[in-house]
């Protein structure tokens, strides 16, 4: 994006861990050589699309430093999550890069009331504050997902919709007004007749309040609708990003074609990525040398087997694979 600042900055992110034994054991490295920005002056919605165990969970942890990378980096306004030091400057990048739970159930403790815990996210962020300050806050963080205080005042987490806890849950996340959001899987639990609802939530919350979101997922519909960039991730690597409606029109990984054909398939069962031929095939292809798609690839070649494919960038498009680039040997 030219001279853009960059807001948050992930570049050539490693995450590995160990299988097995001290002696016998194997790494599968789980993040692997990862990158991607997001830009100051230019919120968007970055997707991260992969089936079950392509590494998409790890990279989000990675992102809400629940993990460091093993090398790379990542940092927000140009300070590395490594350099972190001290409470204070944890807790900085804490507030400007929330999460967003698959399960909203996870973010309230079923014994407090939904009220009181947003309150006290409230005063925890801003300590200095009183407690009708706290309330202001909560009350306006409700009111930007479409939701009340008097809607949620007084009841526990059971007593609300799964819409309306989902809603909650978002509203929780923007209290602090982080500049970024991490939304990992967040609809998946949600009724389908919800999910619009909660997507739209969501580009609402770029539009009116500037924020970016790093939207992950195995839906490609809802990808497809709210993104302005995706990325594809597969074992560990993001083998194709760019624009959302270039990649999913136009997909240039096999991968990428594969999951797009498997979201169209109207046949039942075959609308997810963990479906179909989509399916995955455990640690094996973490593991594989060379591609790690080669082994279900129509297109595979022998070099594929051999050594990981270069990343190859066309203008705003990166897709890593030997169709479009790299050593010329078949």
């Not at 789980?30 to 919605?45: C, G, M, Q, R, Y």
């Not at 409230?122 to 963080?141: C, S």
């Not at 479409?146 to 978002?170: C, D, F, N, T």
């Not at 919350?205 to 979101?213: A, C, D, P, Q, V």
């Amino acid at each position: 994006m030219g001279d853009a600042i960059e807001l948050l900055s992930v570049k050539s992110a490693k995450k590995s861990f160990r299988l097995g034994g001290i002696f016998s054991g194997k790494e599968l490295i789980a993040v692997n050589e990862v990158s991607f920005s997001l830009f100051k002056d230019a919120p968007d919605i970055f997707s991260i699309i992969g089936e079950s165990g392509s590494g998409k969970t790890t990279l989000s942890r990675m992102i809400l430093r629940l993990l460091l990378p093993d090398s790379g980096s990542i940092a927000l306004d140009q300070v590395d999550v490594h350099s972190m030091k001290g409470r204070k400057q944890v807790l900085e990048y804490m507030r400007n890069v929330q999460p967003i739970f698959q399960n909203p159930f996870e973010t309230f403790n079923p014994l407090n009331r939904v009220d009181e815990f947003l309150f006290a996210t409230a005063k925890n962020f801003f300590p200095g504050e009183t407690v009708d300050q706290a309330r202001e806050r909560a009350e306006r963080a409700l009111n930007a997902v479409g939701l009340a205080l008097s809607e949620v005042g007084g009841r526990y987490p059971h007593e609300l919709s799964g819409g309306q806890l989902q809603r909650a849950s978002v509203a929780r996340a923007i209290i602090p007004n982080p500049k970024v959001l991490v939304a990992d899987e967040p609809v998946s639990m949600v009724d389908a007749s919800l999910r619009m609802s909660i997507v739209n939530l969501f580009q609402d919350l770029k539009n009116k309040l500037g924020t970016s979101i790093v939207y992950i997922t195995h839906d490609l519909a809802t990808a497809y609708y709210i993104s302005d960039r995706i990325a594809i991730i597969h074992r560990g690597f993001f083998v194709e990003q760019g624009p959302t409606s270039a990649i999913l029109t136009e997909p240039r990984h096999p991968y990428t074609q594969l999951l797009v054909e498997s979201a169209l398939d109207p046949r039942p069962g075959s609308t997810s990525l963990a479906d179909g031929a989509a399916a995955t095939t455990g640690d094996e292809e973490f593991l594989a040398i060379g591609c790690k798609f080669a082994g279900r690839c129509p297109k595979a070649m022998v070099k594929c087997r051999l050594s990981e494919p270069p990343e190859i960038v066309d203008g705003d498009r990166m897709v890593r694979c030997y169709l479009y680039g790299g050593n010329d040997e078949s």
